[in-house]
């Protein structure tokens, strides 16, 4: 049984992660060789917990005891006990890979060594450790205590029953887990790149701007945000980071290719509500300019954008990324899509979104366009990806 956690990284993800564990009721050691990282990290545990009070979500015993369950420590060699070590840190491979070398030497051999990484590559982290068996990716979502995703990913080195004792763990923390093969971007960030790219895309062809894009997708497509909000709070040097590193692994495939309208609001410091201005001012007193209410544009917009997440979707299952259903969790629990990708493909008709590609690529002869063979052939053969 999976009891001590060690979470390395103080940082907003790594504290959410040791929130989730320590409520849990695992014993959590939070590291950080930054002092400063760790006393803002239980301040802010502090708050979060006083406004749960506050709230009525929880009882003053309970934060206490959330408390108590969490120490923060600023030697590695303080998590020589643990179970279970997540990383939280820098998304730089060989800033990882010598934690995690330096780790190995403290903890037991049956101590599972995990990677919140986003993007990089499971095997090469686990490729730095003198056992690799026991290195996996568990992929929280920020925020960690309020997304009930976490996708679970064993690096082609990863023993069947780390897999195991780290799916049941993260299950046992109340969070619904998606097993995802180790390629660049796993499921979500994967899968979610037309929601930024496609839509950049239609800005750039002068379709629409970036306020009547993200109305098309909010009342139209139900999204609770549109793709430049949500480019603007994730922030526009780290979404555009994420964009380049899944191009770039694969291969330069024209289906990830980054928007430079974003790399020069990027580069402009326009990153979004962190600096007050990214694709939308955020200054005091500043109004929003008003959306188009054109209907067709609006349904247009909605409908190019979501079939190219539908052919993103139906791409990952084609090359067994993970199952349909852990696709479709992963998009709703992962990043709050109105739908499940795969269930929207069999609501909008296969039919209908192979038409829609084929129409794209008809008109752009871009590969950007091309229609997964999994729809192609699902057309073919009449059928749908959950009801035959």
């Not at 001590?4 to 959410?16: D, E, F, L, P």
């Not at 037991?108 to 499971?122: E, F, G, Q, R, V």
């Not at 188009?292 to 954008?305: A, F, G, P, W, Y």
Request: aromatic residues 10%.
């Amino acid at each position: 049984m999976i009891k001590k956690i060690g979470i390395i990284g103080a940082g907003t993800m790594g504290s959410g992660i040791a929130q989730v564990a320590a409520t849990a009721g695992c014993v959590v050691k939070l590291f950080d060789l930054n002092q400063a990282a760790l006393d803002k990290a239980k301040a802010s545990l502090e708050k979060i917990m006083t406004r749960l009070v506050e709230k009525g979500r929880i009882e003053s015993e309970e934060k206490m005891r959330i408390q108590r369950n969490i120490s923060y420590v600023n030697s590695l060699k303080e998590l020589a006990d643990s179970d279970l070590t997540i990383e939280a840190i820098v998304e730089n491979l060989d800033i990882k890979k010598k934690v995690f070398q330096e780790l190995e030497s403290y903890v037991s051999d049956a101590c599972i060594i995990a990677s919140n990484t986003s993007s990089l590559s499971i095997a090469s982290i686990a490729s730095s450790l003198q056992n690799p068996e026991r290195c996996v990716g568990i992929h929280f979502f920020n925020p960690a205590p309020l997304m009930k995703l976490v996708e679970v990913i064993p690096a082609i080195q990863t023993s069947g029953e780390v897999l195991k004792i780290s799916e049941e763990t993260i299950k046992s923390w109340k969070k619904v887990v998606a097993v995802a093969k180790d390629t660049p971007g796993f499921i979500v960030n994967r899968v979610a790149r037309p929601f930024y790219g496609e839509a950049l895309r239609i800005y750039e062809e002068g379709i629409a701007d970036f306020v009547t894009i993200d109305f098309a997708m909010k009342s139209v497509g139900g999204f609770k945000m549109g793709p430049f909000e949500l480019m603007d709070f994730i922030g526009n040097d780290v979404n555009y980071t994420v964009t380049e590193t899944v191009f770039t692994a694969f291969y330069y495939d024209p289906r990830y290719k980054p928007a430079f309208t974003q790399k020069r609001f990027a580069e402009a410091g326009y990153l979004g509500r962190k600096t007050g201005r990214g694709f939308y001012d955020y200054s005091e007193g500043t109004v929003r300019p008003e959306p188009s209410k054109d209907q067709n544009l609006l349904e247009s917009i909605k409908n190019r954008i979501v079939v190219m997440l539908i052919n993103e979707a139906a791409d990952a299952l084609f090359l067994n990324i993970a199952s349909a259903q852990d696709i479709d969790n992963a998009m709703t629990k992962g990043v709050n899509y109105p739908k499940g990708l795969l269930a929207w493909a069999d609501e909008f008709g296969i039919n209908n979104c192979v038409h829609a590609l084929d129409a794209l690529y008809e008109e752009y002869s871009e590969d950007r366009y091309r229609c997964s063979p999994l729809l192609r052939r699902m057309n073919r053969e009449d059928k749908m990806f959950f009801r035959n």
